[in-house]
């Protein structure tokens, strides 16, 4: 799927190819409010980090799922820190 993302490290938008499936996604379905994280996904050795609302996803380098322990704190902190 093709998908629009901010890509903080190069400071523009791209756009990327991406599938997510259950092997390189973790889904979180308690969202709140839209600034809350919806998924994490592994991508070409980097982590895109999505929001429940209609940012853009956001692409960070040489992060992984598994890096942060899947965790959705750990998540929204990356993010913050990068924009």
Known sequence: ?????????KGQYETIDV????????WFDDC???TDIYMITDFEGGLLISECGYSYPVLIYEESRAGIRF???KAKEL???VL
């Open 1 to 9: 799927m093709e998908i629009t993302i901010a890509n903080p490290q």
């Open 19 to 26: 599938e997510f499936t259950e092997k390189n996604t973790t």
């Open 32 to 34: 709140e409010e839209v």
């Open 71 to 73: 965790d959705k704190k």
């Open 79 to 81: 993010r913050a820190g």
